[in-house]
T-cell receptor
Framework: DSGVTQTPKHLITATGQRVTLRCSPRSGDLSVYWYQQSLDQGLQFLIQYYNGEERAKGNILERFSAQQFPDLHSELNLSSLELGDSALYFC??????????????FGPGTRLTVL | QQPVQSPQAVILREGEDAVINCSSSKALYSVHWYRQKHGEAPVFLMILLKGGEQKGHDKISASFNEKKQQSSLYLTASQLSYSGTYFCGTESGYGNKLVFGAGTILRVKS
C-alpha cells in the first residue's frame, strides 16, 4: 500500500459522457501526477500539480482537465468520452521539492471503460 | 522522447539471472525503475542519479552509464515473485516530467 488513494476503482460509462477521477496523495506529499495506461501505449504522463499549481503538462487532451485543491487532493476530469479513452488512470504523489529527485508513489488506479 | 527498453520480454526459470536495459537519446538526470504486476499499480524499485553509484537491494541492482545515457537493471537468482512488467522512467533534469519506456515483460517459471 503506497498511501495514495484513488476513487473510484472502476468506472463504466458511455461515449460522450463526463467523469471525474479523484486522488488523495500520501500525507505530506505536495506533488500529484496523473498517468494514463492503455494496452498499447504504456504509461503516458498527463499532468503534474505541485501545491495547487500546474507544474508540468504531458500528452493531455483538451477534453481532459485537472486541478489540485487546497487540501492537496486532485481530480482529473474527462469529458466527451470516446472509446479510446478506456484505460487505467493512475495518480502518483511525491514529497516536497528539495533537491535530488523525487520518488513517485502510485495509487491503485481507476479502470475506466467507455462503452 | 520515450526511452527504449530491451528486451521486450524475457522468460526465465527460477534461479536464473536477467538484465533489462533502458537507453535514451537525451542527456539524463535520473533513471527510475518500477515493477508492475498485472492490474496493479507500478511499485518503485530504485532511482539512479547522474553522478551516483550503482544501487541495489536484495538481488535486484541497477547501474547508470551517463556517457551512454543508459541504465541496466540486474535481477539475480530470480524468484517467481519477480514476474511482472519492468518500466524505466527517465528524467532529463531535476523536476522535469518522468518519461516511461514501453516496459519489459519478465516471466519467471518454476
Amino acid at each position: 500500500d503506497s498511501g495514495v488513494t484513488q476513487t473510484p476503482k472502476h468506472l463504466i460509462t458511455a461515449t460522450g459522457q463526463r467523469v471525474t477521477l479523484r486522488c488523495s496523495p500520501r500525507s505530506g506529499d505536495l506533488s500529484v501526477y496523473w498517468y494514463q495506461q492503455s494496452l498499447d501505449q504504456g504509461l503516458q504522463f498527463l499532468i503534474q500539480y505541485y501545491n495547487g499549481e500546474e507544474r508540468a503538462k504531458g500528452n493531455i487532451l483538451e477534453r481532459f482537465s485537472a486541478q489540485q485543491f487546497p487540501d492537496l487532493h486532485s481530480e482529473l476530469n474527462l469529458s466527451s468520452l470516446e472509446l479510446g479513452d478506456s484505460a487505467l488512470y493512475f495518480c502518483a504523489s511525491s514529497p516536497p521539492l528539495g533537491g535530488g529527485t523525487d520518488t513517485q508513489y502510485f495509487g491503485p488506479g481507476t479502470r475506466l471503460t467507455v462503452l | 522522447q520515450q526511452p527504449v527498453q530491451s528486451p521486450q520480454a524475457v522468460i526465465l526459470r527460477e534461479g536464473e539471472d536477467a538484465v533489462i536495459n533502458c537507453s535514451s537519446s537525451k542527456a539524463l538526470y535520473s533513471v527510475h525503475w518500477y515493477r508492475q504486476k498485472h492490474g496493479e499499480a507500478p511499485v518503485f524499485l530504485m532511482i539512479l542519479l547522474k553522478g551516483g553509484e550503482q544501487k541495489g537491494h536484495d538481488k535486484i541492482s541497477a547501474s547508470f552509464n551517463e556517457k551512454k545515457q543508459q541504465s541496466s537493471l540486474y535481477l539475480t537468482a530470480s524468484q517467481l515473485s519477480y514476474s511482472g512488467t519492468y518500466f524505466c522512467g527517465t528524467e532529463s533534469g531535476y523536476g522535469n516530467k518522468l518519461v516511461f519506456g514501453a516496459g519489459t515483460i519478465l516471466r519467471v517459471k518454476s
